[in-house]
């Protein structure tokens, strides 16, 4: 049940929505084992000229970049496990946007879970619901 924000420096298109989407739904699935069904990704995009690293644009620079983040229920996953997802997510953003400035940001938050839920219901509900 993780929901991802993300940001790029990019022109919206069906193709790009469709590559970000199915790379982070692959990577969270295998490295933070959430389920795929229950993943929410949101993108948006944002002009080069309205991103600005270092007092200048991205345009300016001739560079791209992205930020997202993710929510995941606190101590579900390891700091090797969140480690590993954002090298392997960088690495990812790099080939689908190429030309990737080093200031693109992941940011993996650990959320408590009688704080975090859909469909009406906190994470601690259902694991309490779950419990024989």
Do not use: C
Not at 75 to 100: P, V, W
């Amino acid at each position: 049940m993780p929901i991802l924000n993300v940001k790029v420096s990019q022109p919206a298109s069906a193709k790009l929505v469709h590559d970000i989407s199915e790379t982070l739904l692959e990577l969270t699935t295998r490295i933070l084992r959430k389920r795929r069904d229950l993943t929410s990704i949101a993108i948006d995009f944002v002009p080069q000229d309205n991103w600005v690293v270092g007092g200048s644009t991205l345009a300016t620079q001739g560079r791209n970049s992205f930020y997202f983040d993710i929510k995941v229920v606190d101590g579900t996953n390891t700091k090797d496990e969140k480690a590993q997802y954002i090298r392997e997510s960088f690495a990812a953003f790099d080939k689908l946007l190429g030309n990737l400035h080093p200031e693109s940001y992941i940011h993996v938050h650990d959320v408590r879970a009688e704080a975090y839920g859909f469909g009406g219901q906190t994470q601690e509900y259902r694991y309490i619901k779950a419990q024989p």
